[in-house]
């Protein structure tokens, strides 16, 4: 039989836009008339979807609807999603920092959280007397936390300041101290959102591995919230992904990854983009991959050279002023490496630009990437930005018979020059 620590059953919160807490007299007095009458909420049957991209026709918002999912104990549950998608919204429940408009929890263990960098601490107070506080509000008495003290300062890094008020920590200090009371108080769940990428990549290791072991080891439960697919890959058993606050896929964490990656890039190789990036200053039509010897519907391979098209129109009289970036990220969402064609001087002209860029052949290993696309004004400014704009997939066609047929590691494959003198 499953052990099932968190259990959450259809949750939705609604918000209204512009308002604190339920927003006016009238809506509240509308809601208690059909309280006593037996009736509904009227405002759950109203609202638009979490869409910040778009004007709705509503003042409602469902920053999150209809979740449902189950934890079992000593599992790493990993929740991604784009920004805006309901992710830090659905740990502040399952933290009931706020409380659902609809829906319920069942939990099996006491919550400990990590919303933001200092959740919970008091600036006037020194690091060593917050440890005491947080522990006594993870309801762990004064022997406990005692006893825990000198793991959590030596774990930390802060032992040189633990007296000193916490108002004088700098953000990776305070995030250090955070994580290791939350860590080492051992509560039954922790919930984590995004505040290790506030601290240096040596604290993110050491982080990163004690979740790992109060995980497996201790047999507790991590909810996880990163856009770090690296360390959520690392650490996660199970992902969820949240679109527009839904569950839009609950899988293994491979699979949520490979998903949330796509994102609006998931036509491969060649995307058109029609009116969507008609812009003031210029009019985006299509980005495509190809090998230079096929065409846009046959696989990329990696042994050809690989051509980038993009087909942009600029419309400011003032053309020179602009070029495009590209940012590339692996299948991870690691940054690989950014270039620009306003390296070598090939300068947008006004009307249609049809640019290209070649890769030399052999340059990518097999594997799926993502491009970024930034236009930026005056070398500096970025007017237009966005990510995952298109991902394409490399192939491995021909290999010889007889060589190493595995994966070489790394993501590209340079071509160095090599000398042998005698």
């Known amino acids: ?51 910040r991209s778009t004007k709705g026709s509503s003042d409602y918002v469902w920053a999150l609807q209809d979740i449902n999912f189950e934890v079992e104990r000593g599992e790493v549950l990993g929740i991604i999603g784009k920004n805006g998608a309901g992710k830090s919204t659905l740990l502040k429940i399952l933290s009931r920092v706020t409380a659902p408009t609809t829906g319920s929890i069942q939990f099996g263990g006491r919550v400990a959280s990590l919303l933001e960098v200092g959740t919970g601490f008091n600036g006037e107070m020194t690091g060593r007397e917050n440890i005491f506080l947080n522990g006594a509000i993870l ?64 604290f993110q290791k050491k982080a990163i591995g004690k979740m790992q072991d109060i995980s497996r080891g201790g047999g507790r439960t991590v909810l996880f919230v990163s856009h770090n697919m ?18 839009v896929l609950e899988d293994t964490i491979e699979n949520a990854i490979s998903h949330y990656l796509k994102g609006r890039g998931d036509a491969m190789n060649s995307k058109n983009f029609n009116d969507d990036f008609d812009k003031e200053v210029f009019k985006l039509n299509s980005i495509s991959l190809k090998n230079k010897s096929k065409t846009i519907i046959d696989p990329l391979a990696e042994n050809d050279i690989i051509e980038l098209l993009t087909d942009i129109d600029i419309k400011d009289t003032e053309h020179l002023r602009y070029h495009i970036t590209y ?3 692996n299948e991870m969402g690691e ?28 340059f990518f ?32 066609r021909i290999r010889e018979m007889g060589v190493y047929m595995g994966r070489e590691p790394g993501y590209i494959k340079p071509i160095f020059m090599w000398e042998n003198k005698l």
């Open 230 to 247: 690296a360390a959520v890959k690392s650490l996660c058993t199970r992902g969820i992904v949240l679109e527009y606050g839904k569950v």
């Open 335 to 362: 940054a690989m490496f950014s270039f620009s064609n306003a390296t070598d001087g090939t300068n947008l002209k006004q009307g249609n630009n049809q640019l290209k860029c070649f890769f030399p052949k052999d």
């Open 365 to 396: 290993q097999s594997g799926q990437y993502f491009l970024s696309l930034f236009v930026i004004k005056d070398k500096r400014e970025a007017i237009f930005v966005d990510e995952d704009i298109i991902s394409f997939t490399v192939v491995d």
């Open 327 to 329: 940012h590339i990220q």
């Open 1 to 51: 039989m499953k052990d099932i620590i968190l259990k959450a059953e259809n949750i939705s919160k609604q918000y209204r836009l512009g308002q604190v807490g339920t927003g006016t007299l009238s809506h509240d007095l509308n809601r208690w008339w059909h309280q006593v009458r037996g009736k509904d909420n009227p405002y759950l049957k109203i609202g638009d979807v979490n869409d």
């Open 139 to 202: 309801g762990m008495t004064k022997k406990e936390i005692t006893a825990k003290l000198d793991e959590i300062i030596d774990f930390s890094g802060c032992e040189r300041y633990i007296d000193t008020p916490v108002k004088r920590y700098s953000s990776g200090m305070t995030v250090r101290l955070a994580f290791a009371v939350a860590a080492f108080l051992e509560p039954e769940i922790l919930v984590i959102d995004e505040v290790l990428a506030v601290g240096d990549a040596e």
